[in-house]
């Protein structure tokens, strides 16, 4: 009898220890199984940044370079790239996230995409990266990418300053006259020819 209580009692310890070994295993393999789950999201997200980068003629080593890449992508749906280090900051992510959406917006119009991809950004981001990463869409840098709207990429300036003689600067008292003017006297004829 006195035997049955000790194997009793050693089972007991034995069952603890193999618990707390258990327990161990579980952390360790759970701690590297999110390492590889984090590089693998990391090295798929840059590769696909990196090709959205080589469509918008940015340096595709950009895209494997943490917080920089997140900055670029800010600065290119217009945004202001210091929002990138601000989103590990507690509190201020929030805001930081919002300006990274604002920008995502940005970037779908610049490649042309309808409003509604903005929903993709938002809700299934990688869907997002993937579709602009491999589709067949170009980039156009500036403004909303939008057919009907008339973009004028050469704007005739308001005002345009008189040209002035390089050689010999004009007195203070003489006056400036536009050049314009000058050839409209030139065809003008004079009184000194009408009287002849």
Known sequence: MYNSSYSITSTAVDSG?????TAATIIIVTIIIVL???AIGYVLSSYLL??????????????WIPVYNTWKLLEMGDQKGFWAPLAFVPGVNIASAIFLYIAMYHIGRKFGKEDWFIALAIFVAPVWFIILAFDKSKWNG?????????????????????????????S?????????????????????????
Do not use: M
């Open 17 to 21: 220890s193999l618990s707390s070994e």
């Open 36 to 38: 590889i789950s984090v």
């Open 50 to 63: 990196s090709r959205i980068f080589k469509k918008a003629g940015i340096k595709q080593s950009i895209a």
């Open 142 to 170: 500036g403004g909303i990418a939008n057919p009907n709207v008339n973009q004028n990429t050469n704007p005739i300036p308001a005002y345009t300053p008189p040209v002035q003689n390089i050689e010999s600067p004009p």
């Open 172 to 196: 203070p008292v003489a006056p400036i006259i536009n050049p314009a003017a000058q050839a409209l006297a030139a065809e003008q004829p004079t009184d000194s020819t009408n009287q002849q």
